[in-house]
C-alpha cells in the first residue's frame, strides 16, 4: 500500500490527468485540496499549522458543499485515485486508500461504532468500488479486488475477490 515519494506537483499532475473531465472534475478538485492540505500535518510551527488549518478547513467546506466530496486532510490517499462521479463521498479521516483506486458516487469509507471512532478502512491498490457502496469499520480491501454497487463492506476482502451484497459476501 505504500506509495513512492514523489513531489506535490507531479502528484497533482497525476490527479489531473487520471479524471476523466480534467479541470471540471469535482474529484480532480477534491484531490487538489487534499493535496494542498495533507502536508500541514507534518507542519511543527504551530503559528503556520494553525493559519494553515484554518485556510485547509475553508478550502475542505468549500469542496464538500461544491462538490459533495468530503476528503479530509488526515486521510492517506495514494496515488491516481479516480473519482469516477462526485457527491455524497465521505471519506473517513483515518482511511487509507492505496495507488490507483476508483470510487464512484455516494461510497461512505467510515468508522463503524463511535465506541472505537478512529477505525476506519485501508484499502489496497487497484481497488474498485462500486456506486452507493459503504465500507465501515476497521477492515482491509486487498488489491485488485472490487466492492460491488450498494455493498455493505464489514469484514476484511481478499485481494483479487469481489464483494457484493447487505452484508457483503466474498465472490473469488
Known amino acids: 500500500m505504500a506509495s513512492k515519494k514523489i513531489g506535490l506537483l507531479e502528484l497533482i499532475s497525476e490527479d ?17 485540496v487534499y493535496r494542498l492540505s495533507h502536508p500541514r500535518m ?5 503559528v503556520v499549522r494553525q493559519l494553515w488549518g484554518l485556510a485547509n ?30 457527491g455524497s ?29 478512529m477505525e476506519a478502512p485501508r484499502l489496497g491498490n487497484n481497488v474498485n468500488i462500486g456506486a452507493g457502496a459503504k465500507i465501515i469499520g476497521n477492515v482491509l480491501i486487498g488489491d485488485f479486488a472490487s466492492i460491488g454497487a450498494n455493498a455493505v463492506v464489514t469484514k476484511d ?16
Do not use: Y
Open 16 to 32: 489531473f490527468k487520471t479524471q476523466r473531465e480534467g479541470l471540471l472534475s469535482q474529484g480532480f478538485w477534491a484531490l487538489f
Open 42 to 46: 507534518k507542519c511543527r510551527i504551530p
Open 57 to 86: 478547513l475553508l478550502m475542505l467546506k468549500f469542496i464538500e458543499v461544491t462538490c459533495g466530496i468530503s476528503l479530509p486532510e488526515a486521510a492517506t490517499v495514494g496515488r491516481r485515485l479516480q473519482i469516477e462521479h462526485f
Open 89 to 117: 463521498i465521505i471519506i473517513h479521516g483515518a482511511a487509507v486508500i492505496g495507488d490507483d483506486c476508483l470510487i464512484r458516487h455516494c461510497v461512505t469509507l467510515g468508522n463503524k461504532s463511535s465506541d472505537r471512532p
Open 157 to 172: 476482502v481478499p485481494a483479487r475477490s469481489i464483494a457484493v451484497g447487505v452484508p457483503a459476501k466474498i465472490i473469488r
